[in-house]
């Protein structure tokens, strides 16, 4: 449907905006756009091995996302969707890289509106958490918890609606560098959090 305001740009952060977002598809005609392809997730499975003999298949998506560019000022709040695709790393299922805010105090809403995952949580202090993840339901990441999502369907992508605070930022290599202390695989069919072996 059409928006109507005063407003000549959709996207007018002075005067406040509109955006048309398809939650769906998270496609809109004014975001930001990222891809992330197996052969940029080195380091981050535990079996490597299993990721070479993807990667010599040929490299393929694993998660894009499609964000609202707000401005990076405390009363702003940054949104947009995440599309993680099915598939497995040796026992270990398709999952984003994770990361804490870069300003660790902050927190975030998950909404998930297609598939089935987890989102694995953990803060400095070891506390974890591993939240299932599926089509209506809510999650709260709560400050200082580095959140990674994780597909544990066969063959649907998982698909979730974000928003944080704007200033909050990501903090990559610390996840990187140190991995998550647990794991989520595939054991006899069913997802198992295990102890991350190589967890620095
Ligand atoms: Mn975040």
Redesign the pocket.
């Known amino acids: 449907m059409k928006d109507f305001g005063s407003s000549p740009s959709p996207l007018d952060f002075g005067k406040g905006f509109t955006l048309d977002f398809d939650l769906k598809t998270g496609l809109s005609s004014s975001v930001d756009t990222g891809k992330r392809y197996l052969s940029q997730m080195r380091g981050m499975y535990q079996d490597e091995k299993a990721l070479g003999a993807l990667l010599a298949q040929g490299d393929k998506l694993v998660y894009e996302f499609h964000g609202l560019p707000a401005p990076d000022k405390p009363g702003d709040l940054a949104f947009g969707c995440s599309i993680l695709y099915p598939g497995k790393v040796g026992n270990e299922y398709h999952m984003t890289k994770g ?1 804490f ?1 870069t300003i660790l105090e902050t927190a ?1 809403v998950y909404y998930c509106l297609s598939g089935q995952g987890y989102m694995m949580m953990e803060n400095p202090e070891g506390d974890w958490r591993a939240l299932a993840l599926e089509a209506g339901k809510a999650i709260y ?1 709560p400050a200082r918890y580095a ?1 990674r999502s994780i597909n544990v369907s066969p063959d649907k992508p998982l698909v979730t609606f ?1 928003v ?1 605070r704007a200033d ?1 930022g ?1 903090d990559y290599g610390s996840i990187e560098s140190k991995g998550y202390r647990k794991l989520l695989v595939e054991k006899d069919g069913q997802p198992t959090v295990i102890d991350n072996p190589r967890w620095a």
């Open positions: 990361h805010h975030e990441v959140h974000f944080f909050a990501h």
